[in-house]
């Protein structure tokens, strides 16, 4: 049950009593064809296979994902290539992704690469190939300067620790143009692109440092709308990795509940034991709560009745803590077999750890809803304090 409810526009689900609204059938059919095609084709021998590969996914599952089930430009429009749906429907084909820690550059072409060229004027001809998955993307936020070379731009600079970089076909790159900031569509094969790969501690989401050297750039938004696109992909980008680190706890946690209910310790399944009870009944609550925020971020972001910037930190913030604990509890839990590089756990265990930081830790993201709940709350008087004194 607790899958099948989400904090969603009108719009975009059916309405089932009040406040509260479940999936349309139509993503409900999306999520279970998502799920099928991951227990087909994305088990942890493909992931464990994909991460000492180069590069790092099977381009033809990848591939497949862009047009047989279509699932990566979703919320693109129809007339750019995608296949003309909401970021609902996004964040449910993301999270099946997730719970199958499915590889593939899915951070740096859907979460950012894809969000920052759909708000932008000047980028309908790049989102086809990224939403099919003929192409792949990265984005780049760090020390670029933008020149201008008559009619086109060059870039030089350096960006540190960009996820997807090392085998991506173009860089999205914010940099510093004479009249202030502005969003370049990099291609990586120029000579005047360096990549250098990075060891990292999830292998499954490679990292690698960019370096730009007059490499040419094609402009995607201009110092009039890049600091509103650019938000916009981070705002994007860090709710869906929120789903993502929602649909990888559940996964864990059905795995450890049904771990506990087979494994027998002193003749009885360890899951009858008070203090595995708890563990999991507490991992519970905090999926849970984490996949409420989640969605709310999403709802924020398709609906805009609320603010994207205080619900995506608020699921951030909460996203990161629940998979980080899941991820720990799933390891007690298996015991010693946990414990083991061979099993699954370590796999999203260090997925937890490497999505809490990519975006803002989850202690960054609570000091953003502290600022932003200050900025916002009303000058009044501090309430009357009852002492027992008359007035």
């Known amino acids: 049950m607790a ?9 975009a689900a059916e309405s089932l009593a009040g406040d509260e609204f479940v999936f349309t059938d139509e993503q409900q059919q999306l999520r279970a064809a998502v799920r099928g095609f991951c227990a087909e084709y994305v088990d942890e021998r493909a992931i464990r296979s994909a991460m ?11 591939s497949r994902l862009g047009t047989e089930l279509g699932v990566l430009g979703l919320a693109v ?13 996004q964040a449910v084909a993301v999270e099946e992704l997730g719970a199958a820690l499915a590889p593939g550059p899915l951070f740096g072409t859907v979460y950012l690469a894809i969000p920052a060229l759909v708000a932008a004027s000047q980028a309908s ?12 993307a990265a984005f780049a936020v760090g020390d670029v300067a933008a020149a201008r070379e008559g009619d086109g731009w060059t870039l030089t600079g350096t960006v540190e620790r960009v996820v997807d970089a090392g085998a991506a076909d173009v860089v999205l790159v914010a940099a510093d143009a004479p009249d202030g900031t502005a969003l370049f569509a990099v291609d990586t094969d120029h ?7 990075l060891t990292t501690l999830d292998p499954t989401r490679p990292q690698a440092t960019v370096g730009l050297v007059d490499a040419p750039g094609q402009l995607i938004a201009g110092p009039e709308e890049a600091d509103r696109v650019i938000a916009h992909a981070l705002h994007v980008g860090s709710a869906l990795l929120a789903v993502e680190q929602v649909g990888a706890a559940q996964h864990l946690l059905d795995l450890s509940v049904d771990y506990a209910k087979n494994r027998l310790q002193f003749g009885r399944p360890i899951g009858s034991f008070q203090a595995v009870k708890h563990r999991l009944a507490d991992a519970l609550v905090a999926v849970e709560h984490a996949r409420s925020t989640a969605y709310h971020a999403i709802w924020a972001l398709t609906d805009g009745s609320d603010d994207p910037a205080l619900a995506v930190s608020i699921a951030q913030a909460m996203c990161s803590a629940a998979f980080t604990r899941v991820a720990n509890d799933t390891i007690q839990v298996h015991g010693g077999i946990g414990f083991t590089w061979e099993h699954q756990a370590h796999l999203y265990y260090k997925r937890a750890y490497t999505d809490a930081a990519l975006l803002g830790s989850a202690e960054e993201h609570r000091a953003r809803v502290a600022e932003l709940v200050l900025d916002i709350a009303p000058d009044k008087a501090a309430p009357r304090v009852a002492t027992g004194m008359p007035r």
Request: proline letters at 13%.
């Open 3 to 11: 899958e099948e409810l989400a904090d969603q526009p009108k719009g």
């Open 52 to 62: 000492d590969s180069e590069p790092p996914w099977d381009a033809k599952i990848w």
């Open 77 to 89: 429009p129809e007339s750019a290539g995608g296949a003309g749906g909401s970021l609902i429907d």
């Open 125 to 136: 001809d790049l989102l086809g190939p990224l939403a099919d998955g003929t192409r792949t």
């Open 191 to 197: 000579p005047g692109v360096q990549r250098i790969p």
